[in-house]
């Protein structure tokens, strides 16, 4: 199954027991600068809590935890996807997503035969620094005509008062931090986007 038309992503645990029992269908778990030991544990509870809910879990970077624990998908970005066996994660039953920012970066996520390709950032984003200006709905559009079925993640950015233009330019999903994250009531927000994706499901 691929990622839902909307996905959060999320820190920790404690971010995945919030917002999924909302009616969220898939969630990224994006961990960072975490000890080792703590990860495992991590990604262990909030599978839990998502499969007890009928979400897809989507574990980012930490490839070998997310086989030890069984998650749904790996997203890896483009320096993970060189040090991550992809083999070993295809074979333990485990889909993979890769970020991609340019031509050349589509050109590598492609060879490993990706189950879905991100594209970001689509408009600026305040979460992090990035070296590679806003995509652009055009970009999504070109993105999508070279990948054909394969499901198109756009992320940075997003709000509900843009989604539906990014996923009229081609994309299948939309994943979003930041817009939630900053909310004043985050649980609020996230339902604005399960109605949203709701309309999406039925158009």
Same mark, same amino acid.
């Given at each position: 199954?691929? #990622? ?155 709000? #509900? ?43």
């Amino acid at each position: 199954m691929q #990622p839902d038309v909307f996905y959060p992503i999320v820190p920790d645990a404690a971010w995945a027991a919030r917002v999924i029992p909302l009616g969220v269908r898939t969630l990224q778990l994006r961990i960072k600068d975490a000890a080792s030991a703590d990860v495992l544990p991590q990604i262990e509870a909030a599978l839990a809590i998502a499969h007890r809910h009928g979400c897809q879990l989507i574990v980012n970077d930490y490839w070998r935890e997310a086989i030890a624990a069984g998650a749904d998908y790996v997203h890896l970005g483009q320096e993970d996807l060189v040090a991550a066996d992809v083999v070993a994660i295809k074979a333990a039953g485990i889909r993979i997503g890769i970020s991609t920012h340019s031509i050349e970066e589509l050109d590598t996520a492609l060879a490993a035969a990706p189950d879905y390709v991100a594209l970001g950032p689509i408009y600026e984003t305040k979460l992090k620094a990035m070296k590679w200006q806003p995509q652009g709905l055009d970009r999504i559009g070109a993105w999508k005509q070279r990948i054909g079925a394969l499901p198109l993640v756009a992320i940075g950015g997003i709000t #509900p008062e843009r989604a539906d233009g990014v996923v009229g330019a081609g994309a299948d999903s939309v994943a979003v931090i930041t817009d939630f994250m900053t909310a004043q009531h985050p649980e609020k927000r996230i339902e604005t986007w399960l109605a949203w994706a709701a309309r999406q499901r039925l158009a």
